[in-house]
């Protein structure tokens, strides 16, 4: 969608494909003979006016004697009369392109002034839900090992035709610029986007998609972006500046994915590699939440300690408890100092998140519960942090990384068990904690 002017051409090659590859094309009834130019075409292209104002509903119209092919940017027609949708505002050029009696083409470009988006479209309630929908990362959804760690990767690269994730290469959610960034998608005479930054910096532009552009199943069509820009819109390993086409993904109520090919945008046969980013609307919550929050929380605040006894190691990634080699908690400051014995968490209400460490000092971050991502008869859930882990969140037998992602295996009024399953699958690390009384 564009306020400014936006020029919608269609190829030479793909018209000639066009008229010798398609079905029989609806005509007005008028003979094909003659040549005629593009001065002498009869065609129209003219907004439907609803409350004084041109909609976004287009009647087209040819009244000359020749085959009739139309593009308007959200996709093409070959009707001699038809009805359209668009998503933009503002300025705009519909291409005819005609072919006479004698074979050859002839096109002509059409203004067209769009100033509200009243009817609606198809998909578009998926961005802007009732009116306004703001999106940020989905910090969830994407569990993956990449570089030997696991974690949430919401942005990174894979593969054309095959990933819908990040699964090659990526940065785990909170680790690469404007990961507090929103981008917001909303109705607003046209499709206005709008990108926030932490610091409540707001960058505005327009948007629009058209959902007929497909590469194959992998992908549901094309967003195209102007004057602003969805978060951290860059090229991975590459100095290619900011994105603004993407091919969709996903697009769905509660998630939206989003790719370009690194380096090349929204080719129409791309191949290689991609860039994808991942979100999720603000907000929104896959499953019900709140009795699991209310046990880490208390409603408002609570203190979890490290339990009695056998409270920290490894084992069998499909075990509840450690079960190789395993600390109680003077053990765990053996291994992260002042993070045992004498050390505690707070979890917040309000998905706050701090360590008290042992030697008096502290450590802050935030949190998020998810009990829609569970592993059928292992976990209920996940925990994922940031800025701050839970007590001696690390795995060992991988150079002591920090983990960020945890599965909860138990959670109630009293006790606390999380799991981490490493890279190679076959081992997991488990923390217990108690609730201090």
């Known amino acids: 969608?564009?306020?400014?002017?936006?020029?919608?051409?269609?190829g030479l090659l793909g018209v000639v494909l066009f008229f010798t590859a398609c079905d029989?094309?609806?005509?007005?009834?008028?003979?094909?003979?003659?040549?005629?130019?593009?001065?002498?075409?009869?065609?129209?292209?003219?907004?439907?006016?609803?409350?004084?104002?041109?909609?976004?509903?287009?009647?087209l119209e040819n009244n000359s004697p020749v085959l009739s092919f139309w593009n308007y940017g959200m996709g093409t027609t070959s009707k001699a009369y038809d009805e359209v949708l668009v998503t933009s505002t503002g300025d705009m050029i519909v291409q005819f392109t005609g072919r006479n009696g004698?074979?050859?083409?002839?096109?002509?470009?059409?203004?067209?002034?769009?100033?509200?988006?009243?009817?609606?479209?198809?998909?578009?309630?998926?961005?802007?839900g009732e009116g306004s929908?703001?999106?940020?990362?989905?910090?969830?959804?994407?569990?993956?090992?990449?570089?030997?760690?696991?974690?949430?990767?919401?942005?990174?690269?894979?593969?054309?035709?095959?990933?819908?994730?990040p699964a090659w290469w990526g940065l785990e959610y909170g680790k690469f610029s404007e990961?507090?960034?929103?981008?917001?998608?909303?109705?607003?005479?046209?499709?206005?986007?709008?990108?926030?930054?932490?610091?409540?910096?707001?960058?505005?532009?327009?948007f629009s998609f058209n959902l007929t552009k497909k590469v194959g199943s992998w992908s549901q069509g094309i967003l195209s972006l102007k004057g602003a820009t969805i978060p951290h819109a860059v090229s991975l390993n590459e100095a290619k500046g900011e994105a603004y086409d993407f091919y969709i993904l996903e697009l769905?109520?509660?998630?939206?994915?989003?790719?370009?090919?690194?380096?090349?945008?929204?080719?129409n046969e791309p191949s290689g590699e991609v860039n994808i980013w991942m979100f999720r609307p603000e907000g929104y919550v896959a499953a019900d939440n709140s009795q699991q929050i209310a046990y880490l929380t208390g409603g408002s605040e609570k203190v979890w300690s490290w339990g009695k006894g056998e409270v920290f190691g490894n084992g069998a990634a499909t075990s509840s408890t450690p079960g190789w080699w395993i600390?109680?908690?003077?053990?765990?400051?053996?291994?992260?100092?002042?993070?045992?014995?004498?050390?505690?968490?707070?979890?917040?209400?309000?998905?706050?998140?701090?360590?008290?460490?042992?030697?008096?000092?502290?450590?802050?971050?935030?949190?998020?519960?998810?009990?829609?991502?569970?592993?059928?008869?292992?976990?209920?859930?996940?925990?994922?942090?940031?800025?701050a882990s839970v007590l001696a969140g690390i795995s060992i037998n991988e150079g002591k990384i920090p983990v960020n992602?945890?599965?909860?295996?138990?959670?109630?009024?009293?006790?606390?068990?999380?799991?981490?399953i490493v890279a190679s699958g076959s081992e997991g690390w488990f923390w217990i904690f108690n609730a201090q009384e």
Do not use: C, R
């Not at 003979?31 to 041109?54: F, M, S, W, Y």
């Not at 959804?141 to 990933?163: A, R």
């Not at 989003?258 to 945008?265: H, Q, S, Y």
């Not at 050390?343 to 030697?359: I, Q, R, W, Y």
């Open 1 to 10: 969608m564009n306020m400014n002017k936006s020029i919608i051409y269609s």
């Open 24 to 59: 029989p094309i609806t005509q007005s009834g008028n003979d094909l003979t003659g040549k005629l130019t593009a001065d002498q075409l009869d065609v129209k292209a003219t907004p439907v006016v609803v409350n004084g104002q041109k909609t976004n509903k287009i009647v």
């Open 102 to 128: 004698d074979g050859s083409t002839v096109t002509k470009d059409i203004n067209v002034n769009v100033e509200t988006i009243y009817f609606p479209v198809t998909g578009l309630d998926k961005f802007i």
């Open 133 to 165: 929908k703001t999106w940020v990362w989905d910090e969830f959804s994407n569990e993956q090992t990449i570089n030997s760690i696991t974690g949430i990767y919401p942005y990174g690269t894979g593969g054309v035709g095959n990933d819908k994730a």
């Open 179 to 206: 990961s507090d960034a929103t981008m917001t998608f909303a109705l607003d005479g046209g499709a206005i986007f709008t990108k926030t930054l932490k610091d409540g910096t707001q960058q505005k532009g327009t």
């Open 252 to 267: 769905e109520d509660d998630q939206l994915v989003l790719a370009n090919v690194k380096g090349n945008g929204v080719p």
């Open 327 to 387: 600390l109680d908690s003077d053990g765990v400051n053996e291994q992260k100092p002042n993070e045992g014995t004498g050390a505690t968490m707070v979890f917040g209400s309000d998905e706050s998140l701090t360590l008290h460490l042992a030697d008096g000092s502290s450590v802050s971050g935030t949190y998020k519960v998810n009990m829609g991502k569970f592993v059928e008869g292992w976990s209920i859930g996940t925990l994922t942090t940031k800025d």
């Open 405 to 420: 992602s945890f599965h909860i295996l138990s959670l109630d009024e009293k006790q606390l068990v999380l799991g981490y």
